[in-house]
């Protein structure tokens, strides 16, 4: 089985009152090879501190500030920073099951084509 590489992509804006329950648990992937993008979509308030806060515990967090561009041009963003040819969207209020991400890699062995 091949151990798939995916990139997540959260964009951000005003998302303080959930975002860290999101982060938590896309670290909490029993699933390791993974990259998070958050895109901070022109926040004015805590989010950006919060993100900070995990850039600091994981190195597979990344964080990209820009101005208000638009959930589009903050997902595209996101897309043009990725390192994987496998992308995962999650909204900045969403969890993740911790067993998601091995249920991608196994659905996309199971299904080469």
Known sequence: MINNFFSIII?????????????????????????????????????ESI???????????????????GLSNARNKGLNKSKSDWIVLLDHDDIMSPNRLNYHNQDINSHKN
């Not at 959930?18 to 993008?37: A, G, K, R």
């Not at 597979?60 to 208000?68: C, D, G, M, T």
Request: hydrophobic content about 30%; glycine content about 2%; overall charge neutral.
């Open 11 to 47: 964009c951000c804006h005003n998302s303080e009152k959930y975002l860290e329950n999101t982060i938590n648990s896309v670290i909490n992937q029993n699933y390791p090879n993974w990259e998070l993008l958050l895109i901070d979509n022109g926040s004015i308030d805590n989010t």
């Open 51 to 69: 993100i900070k806060k995990y850039l600091k515990l994981n190195n597979n967090i990344y964080l990209y500030k820009e101005k208000n561009i």
